[in-house]
């Protein structure tokens, strides 16, 4: 069956709204549908999001003086790069001054090519990046609510068979550019507390 444009509209404002009312603490940025699902960020997850992320970073690349401060986690981190010092390197597992010089150069040479997180054009993916978004699949559409997962499918799939992994008009991408004007233009949002440039939209990502 094709899209129905009604349904989907009356389905996703309500999920929208429904939303809205349990998370009245936060400062939405962004709004997206994402295949089929129903996306949101705030500001605040984003910040904790990016902190998280730089944190992690952080963390990843620290000088290691002993394995004794190694945690579980550092251990997993390393695994592989000690993994192929020892194969290919003659590593010597038992030696920890040698298994210290190989994680130490490793996080060294991170550390010289900087945090990604801290650049500019990484942050601004990072916050446009649904994947990343604490929302991300609040709720669905199915094909009760007037979804065609049929018609997903073949707009996935003329995706991956196109040059650059996106195609704009397919049912799935004429339908869902009609309903984000829809809901844009619509009450949906007056319940969210958002920010002066909130941006609805719908994501194709590259296949």
Not at 18 to 40: S, V, W
Request: with cysteine; hydrophobic share 30%; glycine share 4%.
């Amino acid at each position: 069956m094709p899209f129905d444009i009604d349904k989907l509209f009356a389905h996703c404002k309500a999920q929208i709204r429904q939303f809205a009312r349990e998370h009245t603490g936060e400062r939405f940025y962004a709004f997206a549908i994402d295949a089929d699902m129903l996306c949101l960020n705030s500001d605040e997850e984003f910040t904790r999001t990016l902190n998280e992320y730089q944190s992690r970073w952080d963390r990843q690349t620290r000088t290691i003086d002993s394995l004794g401060d190694m945690t579980e986690e550092d251990m997993r981190d390393e695994e592989f790069g000690l993994g192929l010092a020892e194969k290919y390197s003659g590593l010597d597992r038992s030696d920890e001054k040698a298994v210290l010089e190989v994680i130490n150069e490793r996080r060294a040479d991170r550390r010289s090519e900087g945090c990604k997180y801290r650049t500019e054009e990484a942050v601004k993916e990072l916050r446009a990046n649904t994947g990343d978004w604490a929302y991300q699949g609040f709720a669905d559409m199915e094909d009760d609510n007037g979804f065609d997962s049929e018609l997903y499918n073949d707009h996935y799939y003329a995706a991956m068979d196109s040059d650059d992994g996106h195609t704009s008009h397919t049912e799935y991408a004429l339908a869902m550019t009609e309903l984000v004007d829809r809901l844009r233009l619509s009450d949906a949002f007056d319940n969210l507390k958002r920010t002066d440039d909130f941006v609805v939209s719908w994501v194709d990502h590259s296949y």
